[in-house]
């Protein structure tokens, strides 16, 4: 089942980021609230806009995701490659603080 989540860019470093459901921001996927709906993830996307000068993110939008065996797996290869970071070398490879990868 397709699910959706709020994804942006944080302004001063371009870090990618995840929409949480206490309205904050994640630089973790796992962390994400899911939408089962489009238009639920377009009302938290509405809101993240509202207040996106003042949390300094930029470009936020709503993407595409499943969850399956407890995880969030991001549809599309630009959204892989934006949870995974940079595709240069492992060692720039986000790692989750438990030590494991996206």
């Known amino acids: 089942m397709t699910h ?3 994804t942006a860019n944080r302004l001063n470093d371009g ?3 995840y929409r949480t459901a206490s ?3 994640s630089l973790w996927i796992k962390d994400s609230i899911l939408a089962e709906t489009k238009t639920q993830a377009e009302e938290w996307l509405e809101r993240a806009e509202a207040k996106s000068e003042a949390l300094k993110i930029v470009g936020p939008y709503v993407m595409k995701v499943q969850y399956r065996d407890e995880k969030i797996i991001p ?4 959204e892989v ?3 995974k970071g940079p595709t240069v070398h492992p060692q ?3 790692t989750i603080p ?3 990868h996206v």
């Open 75 to 78: 549809l599309g290869q630009r």
């Open 98 to 100: 438990d030590g494991s």
């Open 23 to 25: 309205e904050g921001w």
């Open 92 to 94: 720039f490879q986000k």
């Open 4 to 6: 959706f989540v709020v």
């Open 15 to 17: 870090e990618v980021l």
């Open 81 to 83: 490659i934006r949870a």
